[in-house]
């Protein structure tokens, strides 16, 4: 999972970094599977983080983003190359 995701994180997506978003909470599906011994296991599995943004009216629109488009707001301040640097997790942002 992606540590650094948190609830109030201001955050771009890698195709707009000029539209800020927040960070509103992680969307996990759970499942059962079998484990070596055959015996049920419950797993879960992050499947997209859910952010808020303002619209044009003002109001609030919600959207879901697959953590790998997200790039930290303060990340995205530093210009393209920096964003583009940590969506390709290079250099220090390998870990994230």
Request: with cysteine; aromatic share 8%.
């Amino acid at each position: 999972m992606s540590n650094w995701i948190k609830k109030g994180l201001a955050v771009v997506h890698i195709t707009n970094l000029e539209k800020v978003m927040t960070v509103d909470h992680c969307i996990f599906q759970s499942k059962e599977i079998k484990d070596n011994s055959n015996q049920p296991k419950r797993v879960s599995r992050l499947i997209g983080i859910e952010v808020n943004m303002v619209n044009e009216d003002g109001k609030i629109d919600k959207s879901v983003c697959h953590s790998k488009e997200l790039i930290p707001l303060s990340i995205a301040n530093k210009g393209k190359t920096e964003a583009y640097r940590f969506y390709s997790r290079e250099g220090e942002y390998e870990n994230y």
